[in-house]
């Protein structure tokens, strides 16, 4: 078998929100033995892996990936956050989606991702530094109709873009982005987030994966930002849309748009559409309702389906078992149903392929 990767024993055990000392008493080391090992100075032998593996709930597989785990191409992981959210819940998600990189690149290995689009890299620079400028750019490449995108998943899914959705138990961090060791764009979000947030923070992401694999010269958040308003609400269209905006007429737009409220207002804002005193006003409105905390008229979700296609393929095409490609993609099954489709592992017995809805991607 192949040397134990020291940096997933540390991945591993941050993702379970795990000290050094729990997973040390846990299979009978000292935690300077533990500590060493997740350096690599001294690494576990195969049975003290075995006992990690155990007490984390991931495969003994894992932990002899051999690729690097937190330096994934050029790009690295970007966060769509608030300020506010503590530094060890963004540890243990960025260490879990360290791991569905791994379980993302085993999984599409040997599969041909056919899109009608491709994903497209570009440098602001060539674009007059506008990050707006960018997001008309990749509209038209992606042939992309006038108006509203009307799911914006399926867009990036046509791309050949992978989307992920998991219950990262905080509403404090919206989701993220890396490139995968095979030059996946990979987006995972959280699922606890309204659809109409979610569809911001998936623009906002593919800003930073479309442009930031260069050093951005300015903010890259506000670039990313400026990128999403543009891609999902374009000024020439959005503008006029905007003329005498009334707080009664926000729900409308945001069915017609697919946008938060608070995101119209603050679009609204950013464009000078609507003047600093309105949009002073209809924020009032907006928080007086209850509306920062929860707004109604909620938007249809837009449920990824790639990643089932790629399930599908390997369990009726190459007639694995659920068991068994979970195993392969280096997860236990319950996991396996949870962490990559978003759905509680089956209770009974039966034909399990029919577990598994076929779906298809479209624009």
Same mark, same amino acid.
Request: one cysteine or more; proline letters at 5%; hydrophobic letters at 40%.
């Given at each position: 078998m192949s040397a134990v990767n020291p940096e997933m024993l540390? #991945?591993?055990?941050?993702?379970?929100?795990?000290?050094?000392?729990?997973?040390?008493? &846990?299979?009978?080391?000292?935690? !300077?033995?533990?500590?060493?090992?997740?350096?690599?100075? =001294?690494?576990?032998?195969? /049975?003290?892996?075995?006992? #990690?593996?155990?007490?984390? !709930?991931?495969?003994?597989? =894992?932990?002899?990936?051999?690729?690097? #785990?937190?330096? @994934? !191409?050029?790009? $690295?992981?970007?966060h769509r956050k608030r300020k506010t959210l503590p530094a060890k819940v963004l540890e243990k998600i960025d260490s879990r989606m360290y791991i569905r990189n791994v379980n993302i690149r085993r999984l599409f290995d040997g599969l041909d991702v056919d899109g009608s689009r491709i994903f497209h890299t570009m440098d602001p620079d060539e674009y007059g530094g506008s990050a707006v400028e960018v997001a008309r750019a990749l509209r038209a490449a992606w042939r992309v109709p006038q108006g509203p995108?009307? /799911?914006?998943?399926?867009?990036?899914?046509?791309?050949?873009?992978? @989307?992920?959705?998991?219950?990262?138990?905080?509403?404090?961090?919206?989701?993220?982005? $890396?490139?995968?060791?095979?030059?996946?764009?990979?987006?995972?979000?959280n699922s606890a987030i309204p659809t109409a947030d979610l569809r911001w923070t998936l623009a906002h992401?593919?800003?930073?994966?479309?442009?930031?694999?260069? &050093?951005?010269?300015?903010?890259p958040e506000e670039e990313a930002d400026a990128f999403a308003g543009e891609f999902l609400a374009p000024v020439a269209l959005f503008r006029p849309d905007l003329r005498g905006v009334t707080f009664d007429r926000l729900p409308n737009l945001k069915? +017609?748009?697919?946008? &938060?409220?608070?995101? *119209?207002?603050?679009?609204?804002? #950013?464009?000078?559409? *609507?003047?600093? %005193? *309105?949009?002073?006003? =209809?924020?009032? %409105?907006?928080?007086?309702?209850?509306? /920062?905390?929860?707004?109604?008229?909620?938007?249809?979700?837009?449920?990824?389906?790639?990643?089932? %296609?790629?399930? /599908?393929?390997? =369990?009726?095409?190459?007639? +694995?078992t659920p068991a068994e490609l979970a195993a392969a993609v280096r997860l236990d099954t319950e996991e396996f149903y949870t962490g990559l489709l978003g759905k509680p592992m089956p209770n009974h017995g039966g034909n399990v392929i029919s577990l598994f809805d076929r779906g298809s991607a479209t624009a």
């Open positions: 540390m #991945v591993a055990r941050k993702s379970r929100s795990k000290t050094q000392h729990d997973v040390a008493d &846990a299979i009978g080391v000292t935690q !300077g033995r533990l500590s060493k090992a997740e350096t690599g100075t =001294l690494p576990l032998n195969d /049975n003290e892996v075995q006992e #990690v593996a155990r007490f984390l !709930g991931y495969p003994a597989s =894992l932990f002899y990936e051999a690729d690097r #785990v937190r330096e @994934v !191409g050029s790009a $690295c992981l970007y995108i009307k /799911n914006l998943t399926a867009l990036i899914e046509s791309a050949g873009g992978i @989307v992920l959705m998991d219950d990262f138990g905080t509403r404090k961090l919206f989701g993220m982005s $890396c490139w995968t060791a095979h030059g996946h764009p990979l987006f995972y979000l992401e593919l800003g930073h994966l479309t442009m930031h694999h260069v &050093a951005p010269s300015g903010d069915m +017609y748009w697919r946008l &938060a409220m608070k995101a *119209i207002i603050k679009r609204g804002q #950013v464009l000078g559409a *609507i003047e600093p %005193q *309105i949009a002073t006003r =209809l924020y009032k %409105q907006h928080s007086a309702r209850g509306y /920062n905390a929860a707004e109604p008229y909620p938007l249809s979700p837009e449920p990824p389906t790639l990643v089932q %296609q790629a399930i /599908n393929a390997h =369990l009726q095409d190459f007639e +694995y």
